[in-house]
């Protein structure tokens, strides 16, 4: 693996680790959803659709390539995050997108005493082996990671398919349930943005309606 695998306990220190509202925001939406840094990193208020109950990974005309990034049923602990998302991007420092959060990631490992191979990756593959566990089917997990495009190939399916009730149904549930362990055992609210993150966000909301 490409980073280290961690233990419930373990994610939710390195949750605490994360002291800074950009890298709150970071980790809670990397939980929520097990996406690339990359991907999370490209996220928008657009990138969301409350009614639906969406989060579409690949922003609006950019290709697709290997590294599939899927459209997610968003769970019922990214509810309250999605409900206070600024305008413009979603990981921002000082109103500004974010390239890399590698440096804030690192800071945040090693005030959690982790392995220092830990990073997204460990994320990722700490979720695939609690779907595993949770018993969700391989072509879930696969499509939930981005690993593998769903198996309804026509665009036309593809763009309609996540508004099905039961999409990625079982993988949502699990992932649902991981963060809600997770969350049990951080000190940092989860469950909803903790007070940096909602102030972090109001102030970029004023920004934009300044129009700085």
Not at 68 to 91: F, K, N, Q
Not at 182 to 198: D, Q
Request: aromatic share 8%; with cysteine; hydrophobic share 40%.
């Amino acid at each position: 693996p490409k980073g280290a695998v961690l233990s419930i306990s373990e994610l939710a220190r390195f949750y605490d680790g994360c002291t800074e509202p950009h890298l709150q925001a970071w980790f809670a939406l990397l939980l929520g959803t097990a996406a690339r840094t990359a991907a999370i990193l490209d996220l928008t208020d657009g990138s969301f659709d409350r009614e639906a109950g969406l989060i579409r990974l690949n922003p609006e005309g950019r290709m697709q390539t290997n590294k599939w990034r899927p459209c997610l049923p968003a769970h019922a602990h990214l509810l309250p995050w999605m409900d206070e998302l600024p305008p413009g991007p979603t990981i921002a420092y000082r109103g500004q997108p974010l390239k890399s959060v590698k440096k804030g990631r690192a800071g945040a490992v090693r005030r959690a005493g982790l392995d220092l191979r830990a990073n997204s990756y460990s994320v990722r593959h700490s979720l695939a082996r609690y779907m595993t566990r949770q018993g969700v089917d391989r072509e879930q997990i696969g499509v939930w990671l981005g690993h593998v495009a769903p198996s309804e190939s026509p665009e036309t399916t593809l763009i309609y398919s996540p508004y099905a009730p039961d999409f990625l149904i079982d993988a949502k549930r699990a992932t649902e349930d991981f963060v809600a362990e997770i969350a049990a055992k951080a000190k940092t609210s989860l469950l909803e943005p903790p007070l940096g993150v909602r102030m972090a966000w109001q102030l970029q909301r004023q920004r934009a309606e300044r129009g700085d």
